[in-house]
């Protein structure tokens, strides 16, 4: 079993940008395909960007890539999203979570990924 634990959430103007980090242990993690979701108030949960256990695959909604980027350091267990020209309608609580399986198709539903963080919150102002 992964566990985790994201930061790096806030307050930030339209515009602007944040750095969430999922920091991660449990000796699965180093083989483990890690997603960021994230969930608005009153909406489901949606995928946003995953990341191969290798680190050199990966997938995002296509709205949001070229705005967020995902990357992963093996040396410090942790998974990143680098968000940019941040929008109001990107206010979500985001959640990072690892699918130990570490399948070669990166899954982009919930339900393929057995751990989760806390999440953090991100609130863009407008």
């Known amino acids: 079993q992964v566990q985790l634990v994201e930061s790096g959430g806030g307050l930030v103007q339209a515009g602007g940008s944040l750095r969430l980090s999922c920091a991660a242990s449990?000796?699965?993690?180093?083989?483990?395909?890690i997603g960021w979701f994230r969930q608005a108030p009153g909406k489901e949960r949606e995928f946003v960007a995953a990341?191969?256990?290798?680190?050199?695959?990966?997938n995002y909604t296509v709205s949001l890539e070229g705005r967020f980027t995902i990357s992963r350091d093996h040396a410090k267990n942790t998974v990143y999203l680098q968000m940019n020209s941040l929008k109001p309608e990107d206010t979500a609580i985001y959640y990072c979570?690892?699918?130990?399986?570490?399948?070669?198709?990166?899954?982009?539903?919930?339900?393929?990924?057995?751990?989760w963080g806390q999440g953090t919150q991100v609130t863009v102002s407008s």
């Open positions: 990341i191969k256990w290798t680190g050199g695959t990966t």
């Open positions: 979570a690892a699918d130990p399986r570490g399948t070669w198709d990166i899954k982009m539903t919930p339900s393929a990924y057995n751990s």
């Open positions: 449990g000796r699965t993690f180093s083989s483990s395909n």
